[in-house]
């Protein structure tokens, strides 16, 4: 989470492709990683065998503005790697 917390802000396109699950990787573009990430809060994380949850908070400007953005995502095990696949819903 944390690494691919780093590859959006500095907008590491190939690691983020990398650790995407490829069934659900949308076609990313330089112009989709403008936003100004600020900071990672992970709040919780639990791991299984070949899947992961975590929970997290990421803060990022807006107009000069913080906001947060709260997800709880999905991680898979896939070719012996963690890749991220979807957020859950509540």
């Known amino acids: 989470m944390r690494s691919r917390f780093t590859a959006f802000t500095r ?3 190939p690691y983020l492709r990398k650790t995407w699950d490829p069934n659900t990787c949308p076609e990313l573009t330089p112009d989709d990683l403008q936003t100004q990430w600020t900071r990672l809060e992970v709040l919780r994380s639990t791991q299984a065998a070949d899947k992961a949850i975590v ?3 990421a803060w990022y400007r807006d107009n000069g503005t913080e906001q947060a953005m709260h997800e709880i995502s999905l991680f898979k095990l896939h070719k012996k790697r963690w890749v ?7």
């Open 84 to 90: 991220y696949v979807a957020p859950l819903q509540g």
């Open 11 to 13: 907008g590491n396109l």
């Open 55 to 57: 929970e997290f908070r």
